[in-house]
């Protein structure tokens, strides 16, 4: 290909690409509309609480069994091979 081809596919592959990530406006919502999504934002947060709280829940009784089983003579979790000690600061 020659470069006034080349140029003019540049060309029209920039207008097209500008074209295409134009902003389109935001439809306009009637107050019907506007309750629905207010009702559905309100849920969407109730549930990520819900979840959230059983998360929390769940992983303090992972935390708690993790302990227990400390407790009862067992090991402590090897150190990973190759973990160098953490070194002390030099003092000046």
Known sequence: MNRATLLAAALVLGLG???ANAKIPAPVM????K???E??????ADAAKKDA???AK??????ERYKKGQGKGGKAAPAAKGA???AAPAKK
Request: charged share 35%; no cysteine.
């Open 30 to 33: 009637d107050d019907a509309a």
């Open 17 to 19: 690409a500008g074209i």
């Open 39 to 44: 009702d559905a934002k309100a849920k969407a």
């Open 35 to 37: 309750a629905k999504a």
């Open 53 to 55: 709280e059983l998360l």
């Open 84 to 86: 160098k000690p953490a």
């Open 58 to 63: 769940s992983q303090d009784r992972v935390a």
